[in-house]
Protein backbone atom coordinates (compact mmCIF):
# COMPACT_ATOMS: atom_id res chain seq x y z
CA UNK A 1 0.00 0.00 0.00
CA UNK A 2 0.98 3.26 -1.18
CA UNK A 3 1.50 6.60 1.54
CA UNK A 4 1.60 10.06 0.40
CA UNK A 5 2.53 12.79 2.80
CA UNK A 6 3.55 16.18 2.50
CA UNK A 7 5.49 18.40 3.69
CA UNK A 8 6.84 22.30 4.22
CA UNK A 9 10.66 22.99 3.95
CA UNK A 10 11.75 26.14 4.72
CA UNK A 11 15.03 27.60 2.96
CA UNK A 12 13.96 25.68 -1.04
CA UNK A 13 14.10 28.78 -3.47
CA UNK A 14 15.18 27.54 -6.86
CA UNK A 15 15.57 24.25 -8.70
CA UNK A 16 19.02 23.21 -7.28
CA UNK A 17 17.40 23.77 -3.36
CA UNK A 18 14.58 21.17 -4.83
CA UNK A 19 17.04 18.83 -6.24
CA UNK A 20 19.29 18.43 -3.62
CA UNK A 21 15.62 17.81 -0.80
CA UNK A 22 14.81 15.18 -3.50
CA UNK A 23 17.76 13.19 -3.83
CA UNK A 24 18.53 13.35 -0.27
CA UNK A 25 14.74 12.14 0.53
CA UNK A 26 14.77 9.40 -2.55
CA UNK A 27 17.61 7.47 0.02
CA UNK A 28 15.24 6.95 2.59
CA UNK A 29 14.34 3.18 2.58
CA UNK A 30 10.23 2.80 1.08
CA UNK A 31 10.56 6.16 -0.75
CA UNK A 32 9.62 5.63 -4.39
CA UNK A 33 9.14 8.91 -5.29
CA UNK A 34 9.47 12.71 -4.61
CA UNK A 35 7.33 15.94 -6.21
CA UNK A 36 9.06 19.32 -5.30
CA UNK A 37 7.37 22.68 -5.62
CA UNK A 38 9.46 25.69 -4.69
CA UNK A 39 7.05 28.11 -5.09
CA UNK A 40 4.80 26.83 -2.38
CA UNK A 41 7.99 25.19 -0.61
CA UNK A 42 6.45 21.73 -0.36
CA UNK A 43 7.63 18.28 -0.67
CA UNK A 44 5.49 15.16 -1.45
CA UNK A 45 6.76 11.90 -0.60
CA UNK A 46 5.21 8.96 -1.96
CA UNK A 47 6.40 5.52 -0.74
CA UNK A 48 5.46 2.03 1.23
CA UNK A 49 6.13 1.91 4.92
CA UNK A 50 7.62 5.25 5.26
CA UNK A 51 9.27 6.73 8.15
CA UNK A 52 8.79 9.92 8.64
CA UNK A 53 11.60 10.30 11.17
CA UNK A 54 13.74 9.04 8.10
CA UNK A 55 12.38 11.63 5.93
CA UNK A 56 13.13 14.47 8.20
CA UNK A 57 16.09 13.73 8.74
CA UNK A 58 16.87 13.72 4.84
CA UNK A 59 15.65 16.71 4.74
CA UNK A 60 17.05 18.43 7.44
CA UNK A 61 21.10 16.69 6.40
CA UNK A 62 20.24 18.19 3.04
CA UNK A 63 20.66 21.47 4.78
CA UNK A 64 16.72 22.85 5.03
CA UNK A 65 14.01 23.15 7.76
CA UNK A 66 10.72 21.14 7.80
CA UNK A 67 8.02 21.41 9.22
Known amino acids: M ?3 STY ?3 GMTCGSCATKVSNAVNQVAG ?3 TDVDVAS ?3 TVAGSALDETAVRHAIT ?3 YQVS
Open 2 to 4: STI
Open 8 to 10: TVQ
Open 31 to 33: VTG
Open 41 to 43: GTL
Open 61 to 63: GAG
